[in-house]
T-cell receptor, first 111, second 113 residues
């Protein structure tokens, strides 16, 4: 069974700092990996989608990388802002069109 | 274009009752999936439906059931509610092909008392 782990569970940084969130998965047989943002009590907002054949995707200040063979992905956030404070979830899509999620990293950006 | 819409946004039920949650996918998306997110955890897969047929089921008891309608909207039903069913229930829609990502709705917050 696929297991997804996110480290760290919580992170607090001062505004303007660059940061990296980590995601690891146990089975490399994935179709793609998606990073989501979740504000407290809200649904999931898609940030980046990386196909299994890709190495990275970029959107604005966000860059996500994927190393499928080692079962790892990172989400890089440049020049963090207080509005980036949220929980960040990674999820891998596997056969059967099921997503396996990590438990998330709770990010706080201090003004 | 409207995103994934879920209703209701919040509801409170008593143990033993039944609940129905509703989801309308993005126009053109024929695949709908349901996830349960308990506070502090990542979402857990419950069901996936495509073209009105169940295509995947997670590790949930038979008290949980779902269906998809001809317009691709979906309902999640939970019978004999337990306190542990309190959670945020998320609906996601997608194109069927696995190289597409999921778009999630805002969820239904269910509280069982």
């Amino acid at each position: 069974k696929q297991e997804v782990t996110q480290i760290p569970a919580a992170l607090s940084v001062p505004e303007g700092e660059n940061l990296v969130l980590n995601c690891s998965f146990t089975d490399s047989a994935i179709y793609n990996l998606q990073w989501f943002r979740q504000d407290p009590g809200k649904g999931l907002t898609s940030l980046l989608l990386i196909q299994s054949s890709q190495r990275e995707q970029t959107s604005g200040r966000l860059n996500a990388s994927l190393d499928k063979s080692s079962g790892r992905s990172t989400l890089y956030i440049a020049a963090s802002q207080p509005g980036d404070s949220a929980t960040y979830l990674c999820a891998v899509r596997v056969a059967g069109n099921q997503f396996y999620f990590g438990t998330g990293t709770s990010l706080t950006v201090i003004p | 274009d409207a995103g994934v819409t879920q209703s209701p946004t919040h509801l409170i039920k008593t143990r033993g009752q039944h609940v129905t949650l509703r989801c309308s996918p993005i126009s053109g998306h024929k695949s709908v999936s349901w996830y349960q997110q308990v506070l502090g955890q990542g979402p857990q897969f419950i069901f996936q439906y495509y073209e009105k047929e169940e295509r995947g089921r997670g590790n949930f008891p038979d008290r949980f059931s779902a269906r998809q309608f001809p317009n691709y909207s979906s309902e999640l039903n939970v019978n004999a509610l337990l306190l542990g069913d309190s959670a945020l229930y998320l609906c996601a829609s997608s194109f069927r092909a696995p190289n597409y990502g999921y778009t999630f709705g805002s969820g239904t917050r269910l509280t069982v008392v």
